[in-house]
């Protein structure tokens, strides 16, 4: 008797448990690398910043379509010429309960100003922040800034109270010797709550029941696992044996074979981020030519030879097997002054090549060295050596140097890379981000030493243009003439494909970044 | 036997001193952590300031100076990639990689042992043959083919354990272990298996070559002649003499299996030192680069220690000459 009555209890629990378990939708997925820490004002990194996502939330988000869409702010408009004020959303709650004010989005942004913080660039428009009432700020910018709403999307609110209480008011400092208690906790107002967290190893965030977008929720889910799968093999055998439900990054040549396997499913979409080749046409002799006393990168028919040297279909068919969008311009669709007819490539023609480079002295060719990241792109060594391979063709000798991006990317930042390659992802989606960085003379990742006088002043002017329409006008005129001088040679817009079990609905996105908030499990 | 083990330690010290510098002279060509601890709209103010605050901008001998001098005090700093303490890192993952290590060196000794010393015994057996061509492959395939060959065959075709990852372990105040739980041990099979490979066949090689010089000395032929059981003869006489050297290699490469298991635990994606190791250099990692060298540096010291004084216990013409 007692013993059948232990065992219709066991029975009995473990037939609630099964009950549970399947009641609750539970989302198990892997990627590469993980959150490198959970303050969201500490490193602005991708993975980084789609973790804390799940968790913070900003004032204005983007929706599916990368359209600004409204977070923590349900309007947003400029006052002044000067000024954006935005309408807070009320009625909103931190995880641990305290309310979300006017005062917490001025501790936010003086936060994100702080010396340790890894988002000052996206607030040092910011000159002050006024609380007109509990739901209502107003940014004072230092000058006419348009953009504004679109260099916060990544900025995410916290909880003043929170912060002061566990001595977070600013971001960790590398000096002060020991892990604050951001790193590793969390407390923000968005569809998950951190339950679990053993860095590199395993997050739990489970749903945030008083979520203020609750009502109106598009996810089903309860609980949002996360384990790092470093090694790329690995990542795909766990999707295959089922024990994921979702890869972010399975290596792009495995997804033909895992939507071939019952029960699995792929999408790919073009990612915000082009790959291309800068050339140095600053300086007056290049370091690793044979070609001593003058710079043939300076010729801007040298720069027009290379490009048309470049089959890319070549490279998008035998090296991307496909997933490249082959490119004209340096940025990508869904980024504001991309258009089409900037995106065509002048035809693949190594004749007109070689008599151009004939016609401005260099008949048969030179030598210069190609600076690649192995370990940054897609297939980034095989492209360059595919380069090597074409401008060998057209007579132009490459020396391929084909290093880490943590020593590539010095050399560009240095300045001492004659030919490169590189890739830029746009958070802001306008072309002012490229332009800023990429093409105005005192831009940081301008390697190539190019400096247009005009391009310049069309990039400071409609930084602070707040006409649109004058605006749209000055971003074309510019491309226009970088495109016409060759600056870059545009490769390809790069292909993001994710791996989920079909038992998944999850939109995906062109930054890379999944939002858990429209995942539906079956 | 004071002054012996005082010198040995001197000499430890010296190694130690030595793989720090040797170490950190090298980080010099690893990259630029800065690129990577700061996003792409980073100004050159903001590199130069953290350049600052990290000292990257001394001369190589101020920052291992300094380094030193904090490292005797048991402070190794902060993670440039988690911005958690080193220390406590290393310690948190230090028994993920000891008790994998401890377990693939389980095998190879439960396997190795065994098939060295019947492979010893019955040279010409076809059992002896397969056995010794099927070992060689343990030692040609590298790890990482075997480890994913392993996770292909177990966990995505058959379907009986996990592909990677640590799940299942228990925390035991500060210590996380996996033998406590079914899944533990579930998802520690592989990975320690694969680890294991090379060991049982070095060890098996070794046991069967010491096995085959054994059985030709004369105590050997005397103890068959006094008429003892072959079973007597093959374990209690000839085994019991193959172990001197078997157990030095073993305890070499124990330190071999913590230091180096960085390939396995990547494959497995298993929480432990080696993965810490291998992801601290993609980031250029400085502190954890640094750490991770020295705590291996003082394993092998350690044991190299532990060894010399057990030759002067064991070995009594050691003791006779009162050290060297």
Redesign the interface.
């Known amino acids: 008797m007692k013993i059948r009555a232990i065992a219709l209890a066991a029975i009995m629990s473990t037939t609630s448990f099964v009950g549970i378990a399947q009641a609750e939708n539970v989302l198990r997925w892997t990627s590469q690398?993980d959150a490198?820490?959970l303050?969201p004002m500490?490193?602005?990194?991708g993975p980084t910043n789609s973790m804390n996502g799940q968790i913070y939330e900003p004032l204005v988000t983007r929706d599916r379509e990368m359209v600004l869409e409204a977070a923590l702010a349900e309007s947003w408009a400029p006052v002044g010429a000067t000024g954006w004020e935005f309408k807070l959303r009320k009625g909103v709650k931190f995880h641990d309960g305290a309310d979300f004010t006017a005062e917490d989005v001025a501790f936010s942004i003086t936060r994100a100003q702080s010396?340790s913080s890894?988002?000052?660039?996206?607030v040092k428009s910011i000159k002050e922040v006024k609380i007109i009432d509990d739901h209502t700020v107003q940014f004072v910018t230092d000058g006419p800034n348009p953009i504004l709403p679109n260099e916060i999307t990544n900025l995410y609110m916290m909880d003043k109270g929170w912060a002061e209480k566990n001595k977070v008011l600013t971001p960790?400092?590398?000096?002060?010797?020991?892990?604050?208690f951001a790193?590793?906790n969390a407390n923000g107002t968005g569809p998950f709550i951190v339950e679990q967290r053993?860095?590199?190893?395993?997050t739990v965030l489970v749903k945030n029941p008083n979520w203020w977008g609750a009502a109106s929720a598009e996810h089903n889910l309860d609980k949002v696992e996360y384990?790092?799968?470093?090694?790329a093999?690995?990542r795909v055998?766990?999707l295959?044996?089922?024990?994921v439900d979702f890869v972010l990054d399975p290596p792009l040549q495995d997804l033909q074979r895992i939507a071939a396997q019952d029960g699995l499913k792929t999408q790919t979409i073009n990612q915000i981020r082009t790959i291309f080749f800068g050339m140095d046409q600053g300086v007056d002799e290049l370091r690793s030519s044979d070609v001593k006393g003058k710079n043939p990168f300076k010729d801007v028919r040298v720069r027009q030879a290379l490009y048309q040297a470049i089959d890319i279909e070549a490279i998008k068919r035998v090296v991307m097997e496909g997933l490249s969008f082959p490119a004209g311009m340096i940025t990508s669709p869904g980024v504001h002054g991309f258009t089409k007819e900037l995106d065509a490539r002048p035809p693949f023609d190594p004749e007109a090549s070689k008599k151009l480079l004939a016609e401005a002295g260099y008949p048969d060719g030179f030598s210069v060295q190609l600076d690649c990241p192995n370990?940054r792109y897609n297939n980034d060594e095989k492209i360059c050596q595919a380069t090597v391979a074409m401008l060998a063709k057209i007579g132009v000798k490459v020396k391929l140097d084909a290093i880490?991006?943590?020593?590539h990317?010095?050399k560009i930042?240095n300045r001492v890379s004659d030919f490169y390659m590189l890739g830029w992802g746009v958070p802001t989606l306008d072309s002012h981000y490229v332009f800023a960085?990429l093409l105005h003379s005192k831009g940081?990742?301008n390697g190539t030493g190019y400096a247009n006088a005009k391009v310049d002043e069309l990039t400071d002017a409609f930084a602070v243009e707040t006409d649109l329409a004058k605006r749209d006008q000055m971003i074309a005129e510019a491309w226009k003439i970088v495109k016409d001088d060759v600056v870059y040679l545009p490769l390809h817009h790069q292909v993001i494909g994710w791996g989920m079990s079909t038992k998944l609905d999850l939109p995906i996105l062109p930054n890379d970044s999944p939002q858990f908030r429209w995942a539906k499990m079956q | 036997m004071i002054t012996y083990i005082a010198r040995r330690m001197l000499q430890a010290l010296v190694v130690m001193a030595a793989v720090s510098f040797i170490s950190f002279s090298l980080f010099n060509y690893v990259g630029d952590p800065v690129d990577n601890m700061v996003g792409q709209e980073a100004t050159l103010e903001d590199r130069a300031y953290i350049r600052q605050v990290l000292g990257l901008e001394d001369p190589f001998y101020v920052q291992y100076g300094r380094f030193l001098q904090n490292a005797v005090q048991g402070k190794f700093g902060i993670s440039y990639r988690t911005k958690r303490s080193v220390t406590e890192m290393i310690v948190e993952r230090l028994p993920a990689t000891l008790e994998l290590v401890f377990v693939s060196a389980l095998i190879a000794l439960g396997l190795g042992i065994p098939l060295g010393v019947y492979t010893g015994i019955n040279r010409s057996s076809w059992i002896s043959k397969a056995v010794l061509t099927v070992s060689l492959v343990g030692v040609s395939l590298p790890t990482f083919i075997i480890g994913i060959g392993l996770i292909y065959i177990f966990a995505v075709h058959l379907g009986v354990l996990p592909s990677s990852g640590r799940s299942g372990t228990v925390d035991l105040g500060g210590w996380r272990t996996s033998f406590l739980t079914v899944d533990g041990w579930r998802s520690i099979i592989l990975p320690a298996l694969t680890l294991s490979l090379f060991q049982v066949t070095m060890i098996l090689r070794l046991v069967r070559a010491e096995m085959l010089e054994i059985m030709r000395t004369d105590f050997i032929k005397f103890a068959r002649a006094r008429g003892l059981p072959e079973r007597k003869v093959n374990y209690s006489h000839a085994l019991k003499n193959t172990l001197v050297p078997v157990i030095t290699i073993i305890g070499l490469n124990i330190g071999g299996l913590i230091a180096f298991s960085l390939i396995t635990e990547t494959v497995f994606q298993w929480p432990g030192t080696g993965l810490m190791f291998i992801q601290a250099v993609d980031f250029v990692d400085v502190p954890i680069m640094a750490a991770y060298l020295c705590f291996v540096a003082l394993i092998f010291v350690t044991i190299n220690l532990v060894v010399d004084i057990l030759y002067f216990v064991i070995d009594p013409r050691l003791r006779a000459e009162g050290g060297h």
């Open positions: 690398g490198l820490t303050d500490s490193q602005n990194e010396k890894d988002f000052k660039e996206q960790q400092d590398y000096a002060a010797g020991e892990e604050t790193v590793r053993l860095p590199d190893e395993l384990r790092p799968i470093k090694n093999a690995t055998a766990a295959l044996s089922g024990e370990d880490p991006k943590s020593q990317f010095p930042k960085y940081g990742w």
